[in-house]
């Protein structure tokens, strides 16, 4: 048996392209959607996620401003940035590139968006938002993942699912949405026990830790659905998940590649979020 590929690259097209067909709508009431990015310094990963981002906005007919500031800026500099965009009712989404530089305090940089143009999710009342299960944004890589199990109609309710890593970025908030659709939800770490115990009853494996192929085959119950969150380099140079693809993909019923999997859907579900925003200014 060879798994079924879901294929990212193809869904963000069509993701994107329907985000297109409503931003052009927008703009005959004279708004155009507008996505702020900051980055600080001068990380080569942190700088072409940027790009892409700010890519991605202008292809789909929505606004870019990019603020780039040398590594030891003045955290007051930013703070006083991120004040401006949030009166700024021209923008609807502000991100800060994590990670930041050390003299930075990244939590509160981050309290320091406005809820309401937290298009990354990361705001304290929208992290509450969410556990209450009724969030304002969806954190954008947990969003791409909830998009991909529809799309391949995954069945939720009852799953068995085991997620592998507890970040606040992808564990917690997947865990979350999950179980709002009636999944049993296992959350995973380092700390964990047996491991494969655990992976091996999983209806829905979700890989999110950062540890290159460390989730093999036989850690996998035949059939499963496996999202692999995970990009790493291999000694060759090489982009690869946190699930060793050619073992999986001969035990597991659903797949995701990587790269062309979840990787592009989480910067087509951020200009969703920033579509939303502006959506909601439209009312």
């Known amino acids: 048996m060879t798994a079924r590929i879901i294929d990212g690259n193809a869904l963000s097209a069509e993701v994107r392209g329907q985000l297109a067909e409503r931003a052009a709508a927008l703009k005959t009431k004279g708004i155009t959607p ?16 940027v790009r892409n981002k700010v890519a991605a906005c202008e292809k789909a007919g929505m606004r870019s401003i990019k603020d780039v500031y040398a590594v030891d800026v003045d955290p007051a500099v930013v703070f006083a ?11 609807h989404g502000i991100l800060v590139q994590l990670p930041l530089p050390k003299h930075f305090d990244s939590a509160a940089v981050l309290e320091s968006i406005s809820p ?11 992290v509450g938002a969410l556990m209450q ?29 085991v997620i592998v890593g507890r970040s606040n970025i992808v564990g917690k908030p997947m865990a979350m949405l999950l179980l709002a659709q009636s999944c049993t939800v296992t959350i995973c770490h380092s700390q964990s ?17 950062g540890r290159a192929k460390m989730i093999t085959g036989d850690m996998i119950k035949p059939g499963a659905t496996v999202i692999d969150v995970g990009i790493n380099r291999t000694a060759e140079g090489k982009l690869c998940g946190d699930v060793d693809f050619e073992t ?15 990787g592009p859907m989480t910067i087509t579900m951020l200009l969703a979020n920033t579509l ?6 439209a009312k």
């Open 248 to 262: 999986a993909k001969e035990v597991a019923g659903v797949i995701t590649p990587v790269p062309g999997g979840v």
């Open 133 to 161: 299960g009724n969030p304002r944004f969806i954190p954008c890589t947990p969003y791409g993942v909830m998009k991909m199990l529809e799309s391949a109609n995954v069945p939720l309710k009852g799953a068995e699912v």
């Open 34 to 49: 507008c996505l702020a990015a900051i980055l600080v310094g001068e990380d080569p990963a942190s700088a072409v996620y």
């Open 193 to 209: 026990k047996d491991l494969a115990f655990h992976t091996r009853r999983a209806d829905i494996l979700v890989a999110a830790v």
């Open 276 to 281: 939303e925003a502006a959506e909601r200014c």
């Open 81 to 91: 940035r991120i004040a401006e965009l949030n009166a700024d009712p021209s923008v």
């Open 116 to 126: 309401e143009k937290d298009v990354d999710g990361f705001h304290a009342e929208n």
